[in-house]
């Protein structure tokens, strides 16, 4: 109980949001609140070809008639949004095209800095092409060429549209349909920009890819829409983290990601999540619903989400798979933690439609301060999903006893020869193994930083080398005065 | 949650004008309870998909059914307890049909002193104010649809009091379903209140003879005060087109304990929902249960365990058999509250497929708020693993016998957990007697 006192005490030092700042750039913004009109607008700015603006505006009266179905059903409460009121386009002010880095405001390479993430050292040092999106247009692609010359397309998916319009309809909303649900028809309508990757057939992509989102200007919901397609035989990692900037007032993101991954393809796609989760008294923070969703369409393939979720008021998030193909696999790794009032409700669908298919959900969640952190997943077998195999293990570490730690799942199985598996667990941290560490000299918040990174430590291990690393730190900078 | 699941319903007027008026309507908090219960199901109907806690069961297909009030059947005359019913060694036999005590197939309900058992409906009239403190009170009609159907055309049931440290006594009570020329709907009222240091033992026996569709709708409201130990185990074997929603409410005082097991092994659509609300501190709560379904028989399992104060424990453990079409459900809800420190909560839900066909649904759900707790969930579904069979294979034994041995013990844990040892055998011989006529 020793430390539960000393967390209380400890709770209320939290420590200033370490990314909390905001660069202050002329910005190119549509007029506030949302129309058909600023769709138009959206993808005038964009230069998008007819189809695209077709598509967009069948999203936007979709999601008009959904304004009843903005989902209710999660553990979380948030004051009702006014979509009326957010801002739907922001660029930075825009330079006809660069052509080197010298060319990038150095006011936007300075944030970046302070982000850890300077480009020409990336460029040159880690091997790690980084596409960064400042609001919503990518100012600077690194590495493109190289990866150009393998046949890799990592662009924004602005300028897919205009380069390979092909791709870009044959598989835009394949994965997550316009009229999914309201979030990601809301972002149909009005994404301004993300990422898009095609890896050809065969080829291993030689790099991680990488991808930094970053709210910024002030009242300006971020839709991005990612899409990544690995064709036959390929296999990419796609790395996305996130910071943003300290404010007041409640910010709204709403992406959508789709993968596809075709025959014995195989889409590694890893976040770490740390936006401003609001202060200590819950005021601010950034309204997360997101929709994540890649469809094994192919025979062997296989894609695994692994997400490490720190930051943001309110996370709505369930990364899915759709396992299509005979053999294919779907793996989701997630740690999620909550501190002070923050809100998270997310897990993962695994939807097995072929034979032999596989998933497996490890999901860790651990809830501080007055947070409350839910686990909610799906796992659905089909009929024809013969030989079917799911394996799901939640646990949660509550800290402090004004929290709360949820899990409900969805088990679903109409096939006779699939086996599923759910376990799920709730504990504290063990006085024992406290004490243990203690007593060998180390201070609270190592010792608890310590179990906490081997609690989550099956997740952590399934990132990327760059992003284990500063995982690590996030878990222990996430729950650093929360415990003492 | 908003229930969403707007439906047209048949239990409109016209329901409520052919059964008149109702028993203790004089009085207003009688009436009004039924006012509430009306006005919430008129609101929101019955469930339907979008109703997250019927969202495995909705109930649209009733809104086809012309269900008249079983009260107004007069075609309906059962002469003797059906065949299929099991005799409980020690035990007095209570009957029901439709939902009303059947004095000649019962034995004497005065026979045990301490024990008292009543007709809900001559209670509710003589002296309503023995209901006051547990009738609505236990089983609210807000959150549960079905028990608000039940609460705005309530006529009978059963009610059976204890004095205090009532040593001990089985009952047996045995509810007959059965429908004349038209399908009808009956909504009995039970409430069970032990009262401190009381022991008692339920049985009961839900039943239907084969003939028209009807809806069973009990809804069981029971009080556990100080130290009082209640142990109820409950069968439904319907008729093949009937439909049974259960819905029982426990409210468990300081260490008292509550041991329940439901067996369901039929009924076109049946629906068994505990919640038990542990109110004071060191409760215990033990809910079992096991399901065999065939046919395109829909069984739901639903169950709400909430730990409002510190060191009480609770745990569950549901086996299911699935085959032919049927439709096995799963809900399990633990919540343990801020206060409810020390709590040691469990649930594990295991189901087998014997063939190809039906559907497993579960949703076991973790709802945690306080920090030294135990919880855990486990939830499995699956065939028979196939080197558990190999293993008997390579004893000698044949592949029928090996398998139906396999899914006779896969079951048997659970009905093992029942602690009356009578009760126990009879439970274990349906069981068995299921897995023998599917061929098992």
Redesign the interface.
Known sequence: MAA?TQTAAAVREVEAYKYGFVTDIESDRAPKGLSEDIVRFISAKKNEPAWMLEWRLKAYRTWLTLADDEP??AKLHYPKIDYQESYYYAAPKQKPKLNSLDEVDPQLLETYKKLGIPLQEQQILSGVAVDAVFDSVSVATTYKKKLQEMGVIFCPISEAVQTHPELVQKYLGSVVPVADNFFATLNSAVFTDGSFVYIPKGLRCPMELSTYFRINEKNTGQFERTLIIADEGSYVSYLEGCTAPQRDENQLHAAVVELIALDDAEIKYSTVQNWYPGDKDGKGGIYNFVTKRGACRGKNSKIMWTQVETGSAITWKYPSCILQGDNSVGEFYSVAITNNHQQADTGTKMIHLGKNTRSKIISKGISAGKSSNTYRGLVRIQ?KADGARNYTQCD?L???????????????????????????????ISEDQLFYCLQRGMNTEEAVSLIVNGFCKEVLQTLPMEFAVEAQKLVAISLEGSVG | ??ATGLLDHPFKEGYAARLGALPGAAHAWIDGLRQTARGILNASGLPGPKN?AWKFTPLGELSKIPFIPAATADDIDVREVPRGVPSIPGAQRVVLVNGVVNTALSDPLDALPGLRIESFKQLLVREPQTLKPFLGGIASSGALPLAALNAAYMADGLVIMTAKNFAGATLHIVSIGAAGAEPLAFHPRNIIALETGARLTVVETHIGLPGQSYLANPVTEISLADNASLRRYVSVAEDADAFHFATTSVALAAHSSFETFHLGLGGAKVRQEVRAALNGAGADCCMNGVYALTAKQHHDLTTVVEHHVPHGTSSQLVKGVVDGQSHGVFQGRIHVA?DA?KTDARQLHK?L???????????????????????????????LDREHLFYLMARGLDRDTARALLVAGFLDEAVATISDENVRAVFSDMVNGWLKRRGV
């Not at chain 1, 006893?401 to 699939?418: D, K, L, M």
């Not at chain 2, 559907?359 to 699956?382: R, S, Y």
């Open positions: 539960s209710a059903w009929g949660s509550l800290i402090g006893h004004t929290c709360g730690a949820h899990t409900v799942p969805y088990i679903e199985n109409r096939n006779p020869t699939a086996q599923t598996e759910h376990e799920a667990t709730t504990s504290k | 949650m908003v997250e801020r420190q189901a497929f014997l063939s190809k066909g039906p559907e497993v649904d579960c949703k076991p759900e973790l709802e945690i708020f306080a920090d030294d707790v135990q919880c855990a969930h486990g939830a499995a579904t699956g065939e």
